[in-house]
């Protein structure tokens, strides 16, 4: 173990030795002291060449370990920290999921009115207030559209392609009837994004800080870059170990925006286990599954073939979150992917356990596999519906 990494593991190398600090509890009932735990997680993080990785590990709805390993940046070779800024990607989307059922609650929308219906006159018709999120003049000719509601943005079965530059012209279409399969979309997202933002008159950023960021003490999470962040931020790396340029004029979008850190993150979902922000009908609700998935993978040209692969996991999404079986109960997932930043979160809020998972490299993912099982025996994540080729898989196919 180099200086750095010493450095950054002695404070809990000297707690983990004493008797006051609880081993931690996994699915499968066997408990890890956190020293081991501590040990085993650096030795994955060294094998696959993870830059940076913050680990939370929750016990009876709270987390009971919290860890930083390795660098924000491999260019000054700064520790990561667990209150360092980090880009959260789609992790985003959870939050932001939270936060429309709140407004659910408060009588703002219902689930399953069309969005359209909200507003006074054709989205399209609405000049754009944004370099491009809000442009939705390519849904002129579009009459599906208008059958979209909040829960299918929410469940991913809006029809809209993940990105419109997915698209062969780079303009938003609606491919398939709304409702009628799950395809993974930033844009569903923020089209109900938007549809709220011009009904309320407020901004998203607004809305979170009031609703959410504020009640939970998420006092440096932010769906727009602050400046207050500039003191510690964590850069994004390639699979080399190369620091990536820091994106830091992105406009908030609900899907994909938000900067966080592990701490705000683990507050978060400390918040979801022990369910606060909402009433229990409405957890009930985001965890209820909404549409079955049957896809070879989540993404990609195999997210078009089925499978019969994951049935034994019934697989499913909610709203804003993807939804598994398990022995242990209901694991509610979340994930987060964008240039150099790297993140996974799973909950089984039956049995008061979970992990997250936030790192600033590519080869992460690769890592997730072995990370699950060892800090909650985590075995059900379907690793490959995912994409996440282990480490050791990928070097011995080369």
């Known amino acids: 173990m180099n200086r750095l990494r010493l450095a950054a593991a002695a404070p809990l ?3 983990a030795g004493c008797a006051t600090v609880p081993p931690v509890a996994r699915l499968d009932g066997l ?13 994955i993080v060294d094998s696959a060449h ?13 987390p009971v370990y919290q860890h930083a390993f390795g660098v924000k940046s491999t260019a000054t070779g700064a520790p990561l920290q667990l209150d360092t800024e980090f880009y959260g990607a789609s992790l985003s989307k959870a939050v932001f999921a939270v936060l429309v059922l709140k407004l659910v609650e408060e009588g703002q929308l219902t689930l399953d009115e ?8 054709p989205i399209y018709e609405y000049k754009p207030q944004t370099r491009w999120h809000d442009d939705y003049s390519s849904l002129r000719q579009d009459s599906l559209y208008r059958r979209i509601t909040a829960r299918m943005c929410l469940s991913h079965t809006t029809g809209l392609a993940n990105w419109r530059w997915d698209e062969p012209d780079e303009k938003l279409h609606v491919r398939r009837p709304p409702g009628a399969r799950y395809g993974y979309s930033g844009e569903g997202l923020v089209y109900l994004q938007v ?4 009904k309320l008159g407020r901004p998203l950023e607004q809305l979170m800080q009031e609703k959410i960021f504020g009640p939970l ?16 931020y964590a850069l994004g790396h390639d699979a080399t170990g190369k620091p990536l340029e820091k994106d830091k004029d992105n406009e908030p979008r609900s899907a994909s925006t938000l900067e966080t850190t592990p701490a705000d993150y683990t507050r978060f979902l400390t918040a979801v ?6 009433k229990p009908e409405s957890w009930q609700e985001l965890f209820r599954p909404q549409i079955s998935l049957h896809s070879v993978q989540q993404m990609g040209p195999l997210a078009r073939r ?23 109960g209901v694991g509610a997932f979340k994930e987060g992917h964008g240039d150099g930043f790297q993140h996974y979160s799973i909950v089984f809020p039956e049995r008061g356990i979970g992990v997250l998972l936030m790192s600033n490299s590519d080869n992460a993912e690769s890592a997730f596999q072995s990370l699950l099982r060892v800090t909650i025996a985590d075995t059900f994540t379907p690793v490959d519906w995912q994409n996440y080729v282990p480490y050791y898989r990928a070097r011995a196919a080369r």
């Open 13 to 15: 190398l000297l707690l």
């Open 195 to 198: 549809v709220l933002e011009r």
């Open 114 to 121: 069309p969005l359209q219906n909200y507003l006074p006159r």
């Open 217 to 232: 003490g998420m006092t440096t999470s932010s769906y727009q870059w602050q400046p207050r962040f500039e003191a510690d």
């Open 31 to 43: 408990r890890i002291r956190q020293v081991d735990l501590t040990r085993r997680i650096q030795q």
């Open 306 to 328: 089925d499978t019969t692969r994951y049935d034994h996991l019934r697989l499913a999404y909610g709203l804003g979150w993807g939804l598994l079986h398990s022995p242990y």
């Open 273 to 278: 286990l022990q369910r606060r922000i909402l």
């Open 50 to 62: 993870v830059t940076g990785l913050a680990v939370t590990v929750f016990n009876r709805n709270r």
